[in-house]
């Protein structure tokens, strides 16, 4: 199956700092790829949906300026969390759609800002 | 909107012993269904993935079944192994436009 994968995996920071985690399709070139948040005990929640080209659509409630996406190529998209604060820490995880409708998911990356 | 629970949200069984896992979701019009298992401060493992044409897949010891008509899925474990302790994800793809809906997980832990 397709492969998808996210760096860093652990990330810890001060808090003010800006944190950068890039998602990469390895086998498949993926035009659309979509970020997920996980809040403690609770679901994974659609934060955007990352189209390479073009801005980034993001949900209601996320803060765009907050959560910078940049889908530069066809197998790489960044969320960028700027000016980290502790409620930011979360466990983020990507996806990848491969045609025409199946979406193959990053390990995730868990961020803990101090 | 899709809506997908699962039930129970908490699961703890003796080694050994067979579990069954639900999953209900509230639009049928699905792409697919897929099963997530997911350590404690670890990402997403997939697990099995059901097209909507599909009835089930199996994969070792795990069976998942789909049946889109009444909402629901269930991810048969046999023979549970301590290893399997993790909190497992169902995920629905609906057919209409690409959000996943996730469900809330069930966690389970296997005794020895």
């Known amino acids: 199956g397709a492969v998808v994968s996210q760096h860093p995996s652990r990330v810890i920071c001060k808090s003010g700092t800006s944190v950068k985690i890039e998602c990469r399709s390895l086998?498949?070139?993926?035009?659309?790829m979509f970020w997920y948040r996980q809040f403690p005990k609770k679901s994974l929640m659609l934060m955007a949906t990352?189209?390479?080209?073009?801005?980034?659509?993001?949900e209601q409630g996320v803060e765009k300026d907050k959560f910078l996406i940049n889908h530069a190529s066809l197998t790489l998209s960044t969320l960028t969390v700027t000016s980290a604060h502790p409620e930011d820490s979360s466990f983020y995880i990507c996806?990848?759609?491969?045609?025409?409708?199946?979406?193959?998911f990053g390990p995730g990356t868990r961020l803990t800002v101090l | 909107k899709q809506e997908v629970t699962q039930i129970p949200a908490a699961l703890s069984v003796p080694e050994g012993e067979n579990l069954v896992l639900n999953c209900s979701f509230t639009?049928?019009?699905?792409?697919?269904l897929q099963w997530f298992r997911q350590d404690p401060g670890k990402g997403l493992t997939s697990l099995l993935l059901?097209?909507?044409?599909?009835r089930e897949q199996t994969s070792g010891r795990l069976n998942a079944s789909l049946d889109k008509s009444s909402g629901r899925s269930t991810l048969y474990i046999a023979a549970s192994q301590p290893g399997d302790s993790a909190t497992y994800l169902c995920?629905?793809?609906?057919?209409?436009?690409?959000?996943?809906?996730f469900g809330t997980g069930t966690k389970l832990q296997v005794i020895p």
């Open positions: 995920a629905v793809t609906p057919k209409s436009y690409q959000k996943v809906t």
């Open positions: 990352s189209n390479e080209g073009s801005k980034a659509t993001y």
């Open positions: 059901i097209q909507s044409s599909q």
């Open positions: 086998d498949f070139q993926a035009t659309t």
């Open positions: 996806s990848a759609l491969y045609d025409p409708n199946e979406q193959f």
């Open positions: 639009d049928s019009a699905i792409y697919n």
